[in-house]
Nanobody, 115 residues
């Protein structure tokens, strides 16, 4: 069974940084694309960043220049480096990965940014 396990969330002061990691079952390169979404209370789930096997990475305008999505071959993870965090970044973050046309989701991990 495919599982995506997220880690690295927590509480951080505005301007700080966090790194989220997503550890999937199987080889990370068997998933295309991989992505991070987030959902704040009372808001719809939104796409934060995607990393396709072919082509350029995509970032939401709200995080562009601050966040970086990457694949770590050695650790077999997909990561989201979040810098210059703002209170508006507070949300539950979800790892997403597509394998053979099927989308899989992590359980979600909380990120809270204090002002």
């Amino acid at each position: 069974q495919v599982q995506l396990v997220e880690s690295g969330g927590g509480l951080v002061q505005a301007g700080g940084s966090l790194r989220l990691s997503c550890a999937p079952s199987g080889n990370i390169f068997s998933y295309d694309p991989v992505a991070w979404y987030r959902q704040a209370p009372g808001k719809e789930r939104e796409l934060v960043a995607t990393f396709p096997r072919v082509g350029s990475r995509y970032y939401a305008d709200s995080v562009k220049g601050r966040f970086l999505i990457s694949r770590d071959i050695a650790k077999n993870t997909v990561n989201l480096q979040m810098n210059s965090l703002k209170p508006d970044d507070t949300a539950v973050y979800y790892c997403n990965a597509v394998q053979q046309g099927v989308a899989y989701w992590g359980q979600g991990i909380h990120v809270t940014v204090s002002s």
